[in-house]
């Protein structure tokens, strides 16, 4: 299985490994974020996180080599607490590389696709009960559309809720192409020539039935907590409702408190507890010719300057 992470080289470039740090990759997946700061550690530590089983199995394997790490199956949320049982209160970097990953598209039975006919899915964690089928199948329209309108953008929420509605009348909505049917049915023809018209509900879907956004502030707020003084964070994310979570975090860290800020001097307790070292990095032209998928990829990093 060939697979190469996003914006790689760049996120652990301005990561500033130091050989003998504490590092945490956030999200797992293939592992290859986490092969390439092992391969810098030789004195350090590694701790990865992903609460998928399949990713889990692919990446003991890939790393075999490597006897200084601990994969942690959880929820990066759950970092600060999961890190505490392991004795480390902070660490020299930490990477997060946000949202589906390419094994989970690929593997058409797991429902995240909507080019393949697969049991509807979506579940991160397959430990997890709720799904995608649960969502379609159980959610009222109200919640439908406020999912479809909030988590994907989709300005044909209301009547893509109103067919599935329908449409389940009849029987339960199973499978992905049926809610791609269901999808195409409910926009103007001309909207069906623009990109696939069940991207945005989709993600929207996905997003509800592993409550990615939620999870991605708490887990960037510990992540600040948890660096070291020189230590650096990088987020690469995926679509722009990441993104907004990400920069605006890191924004309110960042700058200095209004009242303070026209005074030649500022106290110490009112410093800003991190700078940003990069707004947003995008994939280079030779990136995207060879991966499609990183086309709306952006990398943002800070580094931790006061406690």
């Known amino acids: ?109 797991r429902g995240f696709s909507y080019h393949n006919d697969a049991p509807l899915d979506m579940r991160m964690d397959t430990d997890k009960t709720f799904s995608a089928y649960n969502l379609v199948n159980e959610y009222d329209y109200d919640n439908l559309v406020r999912v479809l309108r909030d988590y994907g953008e989709e300005k044909y929420a209301s009547s893509i809720a109103k067919n599935i509605i329908k449409s389940r009348e009849n029987k339960k909505i199973e499978t992905t192409l049926e809610l791609v049917d269901i999808i195409k049915h409910s926009m103007p023809f001309k909207e069906l020539r623009d990109g696939h018209p069940a991207r945005k509900t989709f993600q929207a879907i996905r997003i509800e039935v592993n409550h990615e956004l939620d999870v991605l502030e708490v887990a960037i707020r510990q992540a600040i907590d948890l660096l070291n003084v020189g230590g650096r964070l990088c987020v690469i994310t995926f679509h722009s409702l990441e993104d907004r979570i990400v920069k605006n975090i890191f924004r309110k860290y960042s700058e200095v408190d209004s009242k303070f800020a026209k005074l030649p001097y500022v106290p110490e307790e009112y410093m800003p507890k991190i700078k940003v070292i990069s707004k947003g990095i995008t994939p280079s032209k030779e990136e995207l010719e060879e991966n499609n998928r990183a086309r709306s990829a952006r990398l943002r990093v800070i580094e931790k300057i006061k406690d």
């Open 1 to 109: 299985m060939k697979h190469k992470s996003v914006l790689l080289e760049e996120s652990i470039d301005f990561l500033n490994i130091k050989e003998d740090g504490v590092y945490v990759d956030a999200t797992l997946g293939f592992g290859g974020h986490s092969l390439e700061i092992l391969k810098r550690i030789k004195k350090g530590f590694l701790f990865a996180f992903d609460q998928d089983k399949e990713a889990i199995s692919y990446s003991t394997e890939r790393l075999k080599d490597y006897h200084n790490f601990k994969i942690i199956k959880s929820n990066f949320a759950n970092m600060q607490e999961c890190l505490k049982e392991e004795n480390v209160s902070k660490v020299d970097g930490i990477l997060f590389d946000i949202g589906v990953s390419s094994m989970q598209l690929d593997e058409d039975y």
